[in-house]
């Protein structure tokens, strides 16, 4: 069977224009990982039902594994990798380290997307905020308390305020 003809694309992602050949029914996804070599995008369901793919698209978390990337061309992406500047963590990215809030790690870099992104919307969500926007990403090992605790820490050290609930 013949693989459709690859077209030029100019993705954004992490900051780098990319000018790529993509098949139009490459995800995504697969130019993350294959083209690209940004592994920090996991793969996981591959039907959008697990959140391990998540990647930013112009400040949203979006599933990778269903967008075809000729689809986001011209868009911004953020993928883990474009989280931490330079060898600085995020504040995201920080606390669920020292929270105890990555385990296997394989949910971890979509988890810590939806966290930046609930954070940027809303600096100082409520438990109940946090666990609706994580809704979305599966996680095998933590139960997610520690997940909710580390997007609360992280809450408290980018807006340097007290939480309350």
């Known amino acids: 069977m013949t693989q459709p003809a690859k077209r030029i694309i100019s993705l954004t992602i992490n900051g780098y224009d990319h000018e790529i050949a993509v098949r139009p029914n490459m995800t995504l996804l697969e130019v993350l990982r294959e083209d690209l070599r940004l592994t920090g995008t996991k793969e996981g369901c591959d039907d959008g ?9 112009d400040g949203s978390p979006v599933r990778s594994c269903m967008l075809l990337a000729v689809d986001v061309a011209g868009r911004q992406i953020i993928t883990i990798e474009g989280l931490a500047r330079g060898e600085e963590l995020d504040p995201v990215q920080t606390a669920f380290v020292e929270g105890g809030a990555i385990q296997c790690g394989y949910c971890s870099p979509g ?3 939806t966290a930046k992104a609930l954070l940027d919307k809303n600096p100082d969500p409520t438990g109940e905020e946090i666990k609706l926007a994580i809704s979305g990403n599966l996680c095998r090992c933590t139960g997610y308390n ?7 820490a992280a809450a408290h050290v980018m807006s340097g305020a007290a939480r309350h609930e």
């Open 49 to 57: 039902s697990c959140g391990t793919c998540t990647v930013l698209l």
């Open 111 to 113: 988890m810590i997307l």
């Open 146 to 152: 520690k997940i909710v605790s580390a997007v609360k």
